[in-house]
């Protein structure tokens, strides 16, 4: 992965950031990144997932689903860090696998119903993923799940496949049935959980290079220095928080490749839930270019000046000519492919946000495969460790999170939450017709 941060310096407006500036700030890196080594070195707490290239056993995945591995559909249960990561790799990758990929990371009924009711059951594996196994969506939707290959006449516990902790009604489950299982690795929250088991079962069942994905993880991480201007990680989220300092409060990750639109997802979940506390943080939204440049790009470059637009340049693609055609005003498409279209289309709106004194950062990848996605994975984790250092922030917890959940539970007669309670105190103001 490879960092611009460019058209991120100061202009005669703001916000932006002088190069003077990052230089000063620099020094803070080199403090943060003394305290990430040793948090690595000491396997802390969070600072843990940053060692995953080196911890993860792609042959122990390998081998947990290769009774699976020649499915035809693989359902992947589970929310938020327990799916986004393993979809990220997997959409990437689609074209190069034959697996349809699933992910049931949502509890609305009739969305659920559509997609069990198109794959092929008795072809389909299941992947259920909980640290504690006690994840409300993910055991509901489990249940459904394993009712549907039932009253298909399919043996669900020949087809399954739990990522788990080393206790919990899942751990429990994969014992009583003999189930392949993998461990949700210690010190590793979910959502930088990507490049473990949690995000590589998936991959490994539709075929990709798992080793691949760690190498990729495993160069980025030989990037981390104690310096901004010689780390692509750091200078990503040292540029984010220091523009944020700026008034750029909110982050648009703007993809330019379809295959990249759920590592949008992804990053939202990361950088929001990371670094989202103590009223400080950065909002991460989500666009797709080009898309997204006929319903956003009006606000990017002329709205209020609150905004970072991070795009991704995914690099190599396959392409594809635009035939000729004898319209004049068309012509010039002709003798171009649809390759050089969105680039062109990329390269004018990076500069026309420039040209606005809106501040942008490319991240560049050689190609969307294995190797640069593990690098953009790994980097983009670094970078949010990073910058919760610079705020201050414990960026692996989520009490914000914790209350919801304690909240929904009680409501479904869980057990006793004063979370609960507080429902009932909603203040409303109806307008009916």
Known sequence: ???????????????????????????????????????????????????????????????????VADSEALITVGIGGSALGAATITDALAAESDTE??????????????????????????????????????????????????????????????????????????????????????????????????????????????????AGAAAERETLTGSLFDCPAYAYGATAYALD??????????????????FAEWFAQLWAESLGKDDLGQTPVRALGVTDQHSQLQLYRAGPRDKLVTFVSPGETDDRPIPDTDVEDLAYLGDATLGELLEAEFEA???????????????????????????????????????GELYGVNTFEQPAVEWAKKATRGLLGGGDFEEADAVAEKTELRVER
């Open 101 to 214: 990929a699933v992910y049931l990371d949502n509890v609305d009924p009739e969305w659920v119903s559509n997609h069990l009711e198109g794959l092929p059951l008795e072809e389909t594996a299941i992947n259920v993923v909980s640290r504690s196994g006690t994840t409300a969506e993910t055991l509901a939707n489990f249940l459904v799940v394993r009712d549907a290959f039932e009253s298909a006449g399919v043996d669900w516990t020949e087809r399954t496949i739990v990522t788990t902790g080393e206790s919990g009604p899942l751990r429990d489950l994969a014992n009583r049935h003999d189930l392949p299982s993998l461990k949700v690795p210690d010190g590793v929250p979910g959502r930088f959980s990507a490049l473990s088991a949690v995000g590589m079962v998936a991959a490994a069942v539709c075929g990709h290079d798992l080793e691949a994905l760690l």
């Open 245 to 262: 300092q700026r008034g750029a409060g909110i982050n648009a990750m703007v993809p330019y490749a379809e295959s990249l639109e759920t």
């Open 349 to 387: 709106t990076e500069a026309s946000l420039a040209a606005a004194g809106r501040p942008n950062v490319r991240l560049e990848l050689e190609a969307v495969d294995e190797y640069e996605l593990g690098g953009l994975l790994y980097g983009m984790e670094a970078a949010c460790v990073l910058a």
């Open 1 to 67: 992965m490879h960092v611009d941060i460019g058209n991120a310096l100061a202009s005669e407006v703001s916000p932006g950031v002088s190069r003077a500036a990052l230089e000063r700030l620099d020094d803070q890196v080199a403090d943060a990144h003394e305290r990430i080594e040793r948090g690595m070195a000491n396997a802390e707490h969070g600072y843990e997932a940053l060692n995953l290239p080196e911890r993860t056993d792609p042959d122990e995945i390998s081998a947990a689903v290769e009774p």
